[in-house]
């Protein structure tokens, strides 16, 4: 293939539009070409776990159409076009049922919602949401709905509970583990926010998973492990994202819990880069809003010719609960350290300490939300420059 080949970038979520946005900003020229599955309309994704209340359907949502971006950022958009396959070696992609071939390939293909094994004749009615298109159905699924279940009781799940209870709707929130964003805060902070939803009638329901999930007339009768069942209208999967990585393996590229790449986002392949939610970047998975935009203004100077690495500073995540405001910044996967809790008034201070007394990551509630700031500066680097 020759040098007027494009770039191409698979997929048009946070990702790989910023990245092009970020690209064109430094080069105006280059032929760009974005591919993807679904419609191309660009949109907030975080939108999708707080739109509900405010009225907000999916056309709303979107921002801008397809070929409103093309026209913005210079390039092609190649919409309903599913990837079937990469080949390195020839330097193509196959999507569609046409072969296009790149100069440089980048992978943003996002993560898949995790199913659970769910038994019962309406298993296949759980829903989750993921994009636009699952917005509008969990939309018109909720429709005149009075109960919600959602199965997850992490960030998303957090989220869409405040967000439903909000619009009058009653919200039931299922989860194996003893305290809501299990993964991100200890148990005062969580106890918090429990409270704090619990007061605005969620029902929680933890150490305890679902088994099942039937029909009972127009409802939806769910079972639990603990042998309760619960009716709702609508059930809603909320229990994490998978990195979308089988195009990757199938195309000989090294994947772990995602895409591996170094920290220039680059793949073992030649000039086949991956962000966002399907790589694994120099060991880190970072599902979040903050890495994509910090991974997307390095891969852009590295495509525009300027090898760069990206680094992450720590990312402080802001909860959208507005029933009790919540800040975390989870210590990096395997430092060790414990987590010191104070409850202050009106809020929970949460610091997770190393064994020398550093500063490793935090979690706050209410008022301790104001430290933000002040506390993410004394946070180490998830990655370091250089």
């Known amino acids: 293939m020759g040098t007027t080949e494009p770039i191409i970038i698979l997929g048009t979520g946070l990702a790989g539009y910023s990245t092009a946005r970020e690209l064109r ?14 419609d191309g309309r660009y949109y907030s994704k975080p939108m999708l776990s707080n739109g509900y209340a405010q009225g907000k359907d999916a056309d709303s949502l979107a921002i801008n159409s397809a070929a409103q971006m093309a026209d913005q950022l210079k390039a092609r958009v190649v ?35 995790i199913r659970l094994p769910l038994r019962g004749d309406a298993a296949d009615r759980v829903l989750s949401v993921n994009d636009l298109g699952d917005y509008a159905r969990f939309r018109a699924a ?3 709905a009075q109960r919600v279940a959602i199965l997850g009781a992490g960030l998303i799940g957090c989220e869409f509970a405040n967000d439903l209870i909000g619009a009058g709707i009653a919200v039931d929130v299922i989860d ?29 329901h933890f150490g305890t998973g679902v088994e099942r999930v039937d029909a009972e007339g127009a409802a939806l009768r769910l079972t639990l492990t603990n042998g309760q069942t619960l009716d709702s209208d609508v059930v809603l999967s909320a229990i994490g994202l998978k990195p979308r990585t089988a195009l990757a393996a199938a195309a000989g590229l090294t994947v772990n819990r995602g895409i591996v790449t170094d920290a220039q986002l680059a793949t073992g392949a030649p000039d086949v880069y991956a962000l966002g939610d399907c790589a694994e970047v120099a060991g880190l998975s970072l599902p979040f809003v903050m890495p994509i935009m910090h991974a997307s203004r390095a891969l852009a100077r590295t495509l525009a010719g300027t090898p760069t690495a990206v680094s992450y500073p720590a990312m402080p ?25 104070e409850v202050i008034p009106d809020g929970v201070r949460a610091l997770y300490e190393s064994p020398e007394g550093r500063l490793l990551g935090f979690a706050l509630t209410g008022a301790a939300t104001k430290e933000k700031l002040a506390l993410a500066k004394q946070l180490p680097a998830w990655l370091p420059a250089g």
């Open 176 to 204: 194996i583990a003893p305290q809501p964003l299990g993964r991100l805060m200890p148990a005062h902070a969580a106890d918090d926010l429990r409270a704090a939803l619990e007061a605005l009638g969620v029902r929680w």
């Open 142 to 144: 909720a429709a005149g």
């Open 317 to 341: 995540v802001v909860v959208k609960t507005p029933a009790r405001a919540t800040v975390v910044a989870p210590p990096p996967a395997g430092r060790a350290g414990q987590w010191r809790e």
């Open 25 to 38: 900003k430094l080069d105006g020229a280059l032929p760009l070409l974005l591919i993807t599955a679904d």
């Open 79 to 113: 919409t309903h076009a599913r990837v079937e396959a990469i080949d390195t070696g020839a330097r193509q992609v196959l999507a569609g049922g046409t072969r296009y071939g790149y100069a440089k390939l980048v992978l943003a293909l996002g993560a898949d919602p």
